[in-house]
């Protein structure tokens, strides 16, 4: 690690202020991923700035409905609010089942929606790495990619988001709130994260020096039923082979509202908008569910090496949504 | 190395106060382990993977080894050190001991932190991955001392007597 200035941030303001003019700073909040990487030399900040005190550590209902949560909500405070283990059981569910508890109770909302890839190349400097250091190449294609993208990818990087929460917060149209030298500024989470196209280096679309504050979900539509389902290769503390967000809205048999994320198959959070399309206004159905799947999964492009991803996360949508509508049937 | 790279900090830990000048690199784990000879939490992987850091911070159970000291001023710290002593052990300690909870021990205080701070969550009625029903309080069983222990690896494989010490100590 080089050395480094150390600012604990005073106020939303006083963050912005420090980090303008200085591209060599970061925000430091829960530190789980990002001190890790100043070990691995994967960042080299010469100026950290602690948000992780300041006072964004509410979770508000607005008058809409809407309910805003604050950037410093810890992830195991948020998974635990009665509110959003009533309204919301698939962000819950998904909070829960990222990390293990000791983590949970250090990373931070916005960290977590900020947290990198966990590509064993991108953590590993010996090896190149486009996301990394620009222009250098793709150590993962031709590589172990039993954790990397099937959907969305390009030959520059193949690495994928590692967040649950980000997939939850993708189905529930989640929006972005954060502030920078022009003042307060929304962005939908669903073009928050970006897909690698020829610039893998930025993961997200937030402007350089914003913090975010908060994040606002929209209330669930009525009658939603909602949930999370994690495929990993160990049953606790291990990032998603695939993942499924699903809400869905099932009115005398027909669903009238559905709205999927994945995880573990993209750069991003990947909504699955076909998906969607392909089940509204159909009987819920296993039968419907299955074609939605394909539907989804027909623009898959696996790697060599994981293409058993396309499959499986076809088989983890129709199982998320027959848990979600089989009722006492399972 | 210039003095901005420096901070003063105040903090306690297992009771006693401290203020230190430390170099912003330094972890949270090294100023306990490297500074002041606190020696309970266990540098194992030293990226957030194993648990053998796990301390009590501001009393809940977090990792050591992924926090700078810096950003740590101002924090109550309690280890396995400081949940007891030797005359009378804490009862999840005590527990382990009972129960052989452990081979090596390397693991140990680690485990003995994130089984007070996960008993205290329970107590508070947060949920785990593997709790079926969000909107009740959740019930102490073998399958949730395993999920919200997943963060603690031990190598020896002590896992069945950790698994009967927690079971114990939360009667």
């Given at each position: ?6 600012h604990?941030a005073s106020s939303v303001d006083d963050a912005v202020t420090a980090v303008a003019d200085r591209p060599d700073a970061v925000f430091?909040a ?17 100026l950290?700035v602690?948000v992780?005190?300041l006072p964004l ?5 607005l ?5 805003r949560?604050g950037a410093e ?36 909302t916005a960290?977590?929606l900020l ?59 989640a929006r972005v709130v954060y502030v920078d030298s022009d003042g307060e500024h929304r962005m939908p989470l669903?073009d928050f994260h970006r ?7 930025r993961d997200t679309n937030l402007p350089p020096g914003a913090l975010i504050t908060a994040v606002e ?114 | ?171």
């Open positions: 690690m080089i050395p480094f200035e150390y604990r430091l829960g530190g789980t991923n990002l001190v890790d990487h100043m070990k691995l030399g994967v960042v080299e900040p010469g950290v602690d992780g005190h550590t509410d979770v508000d209902h008058d809409d409905g809407t309910l949560v909500v810890r992830n195991s405070d948020l998974a635990a609010h009665p509110v959003i283990r009533s309204r919301y059981p698939v962000l819950t569910r998904a909070l829960l089942s990222g990390a293990s508890g000791q983590l949970r109770n250090l990373a931070t960290g977590n947290q990198r890839t966990r590509c064993v190349y991108f953590q590993d400097l010996t090896t190149s790495c486009n996301k990394r250091v620009p222009d250098t190449g793709c150590s993962a294609v031709g590589g172990y990619v039993r954790y990397h993208a099937i959907l969305g990818s390009s030959p520059h990087c193949v690495a994928v988001h590692p967040s649950d929460m980000a997939v939850a917060m993708s189905a529930l149209d669903n897909l690698p196209g020829d610039t893998p280096d979900i929209p209330p669930p539509p009525d009658g939603a039923r909602s949930t999370y389902r994690k495929v990993r290769d160990r049953a606790s503390y291990a990032f998603a082979l695939s993942s499924v967000a699903a809400e869905i809205v099932v009115d005398a048999g027909t669903v009238t509202s559905a709205r999927i994320a994945l995880g573990g198959v993209a750069h991003k959070p990947w909504r699955a908008q076909r998906a969607e399309d392909s089940l509204r206004g159909q009987p819920a159905t296993e039968d419907t569910f299955r074609g939605a799947a394909d539907d989804e999964m027909a623009q898959a492009q696996p790697l060599e090496g994981n293409e058993f991803k396309v499959e499986l996360t076809k088989r983890t949508i129709v199982a998320t949504l027959v848990s979600l509508t089989g009722g006492d049937r399972r | 190395m210039e003095s901005a790279h420096f901070t003063e900090i105040s903090l306690r830990v297992d009771g006693k106060p401290h203020d230190l000048c430390v170099d912003n690199r330094t972890t949270l784990l090294d100023l306990l382990r490297e500074h002041l000879a606190v020696t309970a939490p266990k540098k194992g992987c030293d990226h957030g993977q194993c648990g053998s850091c796990t301390v009590l911070i501001n009393g809940r159970r977090a990792t050591t080894c992924l926090g700078l000291a810096v950003a740590h001023d101002g924090a109550e710290i309690v280890t396995a050190a400081g949940l007891g002593d030797t005359d009378s052990l804490h009862p999840v300690a005590q527990a382990f001991v009972d129960h052989d909870g452990f081979q090596c021990g390397y693991c140990t205080p680690g485990q003995i932190c994130s089984a007070v701070g996960m008993l205290d969550e329970l107590k508070a009625g947060a949920p785990s991955h593997v709790t079926e029903d969000l909107e009740t309080a959740p019930e102490l069983n073998d399958a949730e001392i395993r999920e919200r222990m997943s963060g603690n690896l031990c190598r020896c494989a002590a896992y069945p007597n950790i698994l009967a010490a927690i079971n114990e100590a939360a009667k």
